[in-house]
Structures are given as structure tokens and as C-alpha cells.
């Protein structure tokens, strides 16, 4: 079993930046595909980025594509999403999640990741 907490999130003003980070506890020795949900309310929860932990492949969603950064740090099991050029659509509560990988391409489908974060709010106003 494999327990993810998220930390970071906050309030930052349009084309602020802010970094969240992932800290993965327990089962956490195999290959792992890490991702970076959000769900903004009353909207379904989207994809924003994955990461594969061990040959390093990122993808990101078209919305946050040069303005987002995914990476991790396998030694202290910490996956973050650095956050730039803030928009007002970005505003969400993030999850990070986390399955075995069973390929070498991440899945952006919620329904692959069965370990979840309990999310971090993240706010950007005008």
C-alpha cells in the first residue's frame, strides 16, 4: 500500500508561481506512474501531468504545457509539480496519484491511479 500526502498549495496572483510537492510513504519499491490531478468545482477531475519514476517520461495536458513542470526525487520519494505563469483557470484542488506501471507511457485516466493524495487547494485571483 502506498500513502501519498500533498503539500503546497496556497493563493497566488495571476502569472505567480507556486511548487507542490508529493511525499509517497509504504509500498513505494516498485516502478510507479506518478500524477498531478485537479478537480475544480463542479468540473470533472482532469489529468495535468504524469511522470514515470523510473525512465523519467513526463506528460503534460495541453492547458498547462510549457507553464507546468513535473519531476521527482526517488531518493526522498517526492514527486512536485512546479507551477509558473499562474492563470485563474488553474484554480483547483490538486491530488497527486500514483499506480504500478505496467509500460513504459503513463495513463492520464483517473481510473488507472489507485493510490490518492487528499489534494491541496491551490487559488490564483486576478
Known amino acids: 500500500h502506498v500513502q501519498l500526502v500533498e503539500s503546497g498549495g496556497g493563493s497566488v496572483q495571476t502569472g505567480g508561481s507556486l511548487r507542490l510537492s508529493c511525499a509517497a510513504s509504504?509500498?513505494?519499491?516498485?516502478?510507479?506512474?506518478m500524477g498531478w490531478f485537479r478537480q475544480a468545482p463542479g468540473k470533472e477531475r482532469e489529468g495535468v501531468a504524469t511522470?514515470?519514476?523510473?525512465?523519467?517520461?513526463?506528460q503534460y495536458a495541453d492547458s498547462v504545457k510549457d507553464r507546468f513542470t513535473i519531476f521527482g526525487d526517488n531518493a526522498k520519494r517526492t514527486v512536485y509539480l512546479q507551477m509558473n505563469s499562474l492563470k485563474p483557470e488553474d484554480t483547483a484542488m490538486y491530488y497527486c496519484?500514483?499506480?504500478?506501471?505496467?509500460?513504459?507511457?503513463?495513463?492520464?485516466?483517473?481510473?488507472?491511479?489507485?493510490?490518492w493524495g487528499q489534494g491541496t487547494q491551490v487559488t490564483v485571483s486576478t
Open positions: 496519484a500514483a499506480y504500478l506501471a505496467r509500460d513504459l507511457l503513463c495513463d492520464f485516466s483517473t481510473g488507472q491511479y489507485n493510490y
Open positions: 509504504g509500498s513505494t519499491a516498485g516502478i510507479m506512474c
Open positions: 511522470i514515470h519514476s523510473a525512465i523519467r517520461r513526463m
